[in-house]
């Protein structure tokens, strides 16, 4: 990665294009352009037919000029550093400080490319971008400009694999205080990194990680454990307890929140409306037939 620093002094990590991609998308270049100049130069030469030697030289030269030289600064220019080779490869032209290159720099890069790609057949160039520790070659060095790559392959995974389950639990006292962010990132680093590393290498780094830890924490670590079991088992405690403590702020933040909210009032009781039993009218026995309503038969 290359160390670009921006008038902000902010440092770009850039990586910078060797030569065989920057060689392949020259040879796509060159091969779309030639195609061009020779089927243009055909027309030309056809339109032409009538001209005296002087004027059809002239025509030659400007179209020379025009497209093996002016077409590639042109296009540079409007695509900020991307022609079609570049494109194919994932590559783009950038200024010293990262950013989008100008007409300048297309300028002065395609006029250095005619000597030292055109007239010397690429050997100049070859040699400059080799000699040059972030592969440029003159045109470059004079427009104050580099060849980076866009397409990076993505970062693997920062997974760091857990540890032993009999370990679980066993840190729960371990004073972390004292260890400084740096020394954290270096253990994350080797946990997700154990396994691409030679065994022997992996463990002198994960018992020099180990000391380390051991010499800032002021405990050891229990009998028998590996060292990078060890390392395993602490940074999966501060793991817990960072969720621990995002889970209590996340509790005593909504605690606060409902406080604050004022509190529900309760809709007003309606007065339930007591009916009084209804009065019925005493019920009247039916007549007797052939008899008085009290049932006594009238004397004969």
């Known amino acids: 990665m290359s160390g670009l620093v921006t008038g902000d002094a902010v440092v770009l990590g850039l990586q910078p294009a060797r030569l065989p991609s920057r060689a392949l998308a020259v040879l796509i270049d060159l091969v779309v352009v030639w195609a061009a100049y020779l089927l243009i130069t055909f027309g030309l030469a056809v339109a032409t037919a009538s001209?005296?030697?002087?004027?059809?030289?002239a025509v030659s030269v400007a179209s020379f000029l025009l497209i093996l030289v002016g077409a590639p600064i042109a296009v540079e220019t409007l695509s900020h550093g991307r022609s079609l080779g570049k494109m194919a490869l994932g590559l783009r032209v950038v200024r010293d400080d990262g950013g989008p290159i100008r007409f300048r720099h297309a300028l002065v890069r395609g006029?250095?490319?005619?000597?030292?790609?055109?007239?010397?057949?690429?050997?100049?160039?070859?040699?400059?971008?080799?000699?040059?520790?972030?592969g440029r070659r003159l045109g470059d060095v004079f427009a104050g400009t580099l060849v980076v790559r866009e397409r990076i392959p993505a970062a693997r995974s920062s997974f760091v694999p857990p540890p032993p389950p009999w370990l679980v639990g066993r840190f729960a006292g371990l004073d972390l205080s004292a260890v400084p962010e740096g020394v954290w990132l270096e253990i994350r680093q080797y946990l997700t990194r154990a396994?691409?590393?030679?065994?022997?290498?992996?463990?002198?780094?994960?018992?020099?990680?180990?000391d380390e830890l051991v010499t800032l924490t002021?405990?050891?670590?229990?009998?028998?454990?590996?060292?990078?079991?060890?390392?395993?088992?602490?940074?999966?405690?501060?793991?817990?307890?960072?969720?621990r403590r995002v889970f209590r702020g996340s509790a005593v933040a909504t605690a606060a929140h409902a406080a604050v909210l004022p509190p529900a009032v309760a809709p007003?009781?309606?007065?339930?409306?007591?009916?009084?039993?209804?009065?019925?009218?005493?019920?009247?026995?039916?007549?007797?037939?052939?008899?008085s309503a009290t049932g006594f038969a009238p004397p004969a």
């Open 218 to 243: 002021g405990t050891p670590p229990p009998p028998g454990v590996p060292a990078d079991a060890y390392l395993a088992g602490v940074v999966a405690e501060r793991q817990a307890r960072e969720a």
């Open 195 to 210: 396994r691409e590393l030679d065994p022997a290498v992996g463990r002198r780094l994960a018992e020099r990680l180990a």
């Open 268 to 291: 007003p009781a309606v007065a339930s409306a007591v009916v009084p039993p209804a009065v019925l009218p005493p019920a009247v026995a039916p007549p007797v037939a052939g008899g």
């Open 51 to 57: 001209l005296d030697e002087a004027a059809v030289m």
């Open 111 to 134: 006029a250095m490319g005619v000597v030292e790609i055109l007239m010397t057949f690429g050997v100049v160039a070859c040699i400059a971008s080799l000699v040059s520790e972030r």
